[in-house]
């Protein structure tokens, strides 16, 4: 068999920085508890504000923003910024060391692809808890400094050439997004990742399907928003997902569906809690 000696080496190396065992199941687990946490609280304040109706739905940002007003909020931001940061680093295993032995043909690829951006998403969730150890501003500034950020982004792609273009795509970007955790709610087995008796695990994952339905849901409105300001060249329209939901719940049977989402978002996240306890961890590939 012959051997090419840059893959040797990459493999050599690899295995050499192959995390321990141990340290990546207490990473793993430790970030799925507070990606549950995350989604449990903002799911639980987006539907306040659904009931309530005038109250703003919460996006995972928001919600650290109201935890950062509770009491003894910096040592519970410490906490929620540490184990978020323990999520990513389980996601960059993932990614890197291939932690799901995914493979590298072109589904493995595309699903280590996934994980790289959603621990690039965590990390910058992470960065924003760390941020409010310095400044507690309330979620409604957050919601609104999110929406702000989204329009000169809007703006600075339509200054581009072919900026309209981009624009439209990025909108398209949130809804296969959106689309494809609807299509995992309906397609994916997601008890087989879990370490429990095959009947729990059948009536755990149900918990996993809503909330990737109800996720998926949620980035719908936002994708719109996006698409219209491509397609009308107004960058005002951009706007935060928060924002998306808040004019979601302002439509015909509005509150109903904004409550659902949340309530589909709180079962998202105490899924989570039990990836948190039964996931299978498997030993990292050499």
């Known amino acids: 068999m012959s051997h090419h000696p840059l893959r040797d080496l990459w493999r050599r190396l ?3 920085r192959r995390p321990s065992d141990r340290v990546v199941e207490g990473l793993a687990r430790v970030g799925y508890g507070a990606r549950g946490f995350v989604y449990l609280s903002a799911g639980a304040l987006t539907l306040t504000a659904a009931v309530q109706r005038g109250g703003e739905a919460m996006t995972s ?3 650290v923003g ?3 007003q509770q009491p003894f909020g910096k040592v519970w931001l410490v906490l929620l910024g540490l184990g978020l940061w323990a999520f990513v680093a389980w996601r960059a295993v993932q990614a890197v060391f291939d932690a799901d032995h995914e493979g590298h043909d072109l589904k493995g690829i595309a699903v280590r692809v996934g994980q790289a951006t959603s621990a690039l998403f965590y990390g910058l969730l992470a960065a924003t808890v760390f941020e409010y150890l310095d400044e507690f501003g309330g979620a409604a500034a957050e919601a609104a400094e999110d929406a702000a950020g989204n329009r000169d982004k809007a703006e600075m792609l339509l200054a581009l050439p072919m900026g309209q273009g981009l624009l439209v795509a990025a909108g398209l970007a949130v809804l296969a997004l959106g689309v494809g955790n609807m ?3 309906w397609r994916d ?3 087989a990742a879990l370490a429990c008796p095959p009947d729990l695990c059948r009536r755990l994952s149900v918990l996993a399907r809503i909330g990737y339905a109800a996720r998926g849901f949620a980035y719908l409105p936002l994708a719109v928003f996006v ?15 928060g924002e998306a939901l808040d004019a979601l719940e302002q439509q015909p049977g509005g509150s109903w569906m904004l409550g659902l989402t949340a309530v589909g978002l709180m079962a998202f996240g105490a899924f989570a ?3 948190a306890r039964w996931r299978k961890i498997r030993r990292v590939r050499g």
Do not use: M, N
């Open 183 to 185: 299509v995992r709610a």
């Open 66 to 68: 109201w935890l950062a």
């Open 189 to 191: 087995d997601f008890g």
């Open 273 to 275: 809690f039990v990836e």
């Open 227 to 241: 698409i219209l300001a491509g397609l009308q060249e107004q960058a005002a329209k951009v706007t935060s997902l």
């Open 14 to 16: 690899i295995h050499r």
């Open 61 to 63: 940002s928001g919600a």
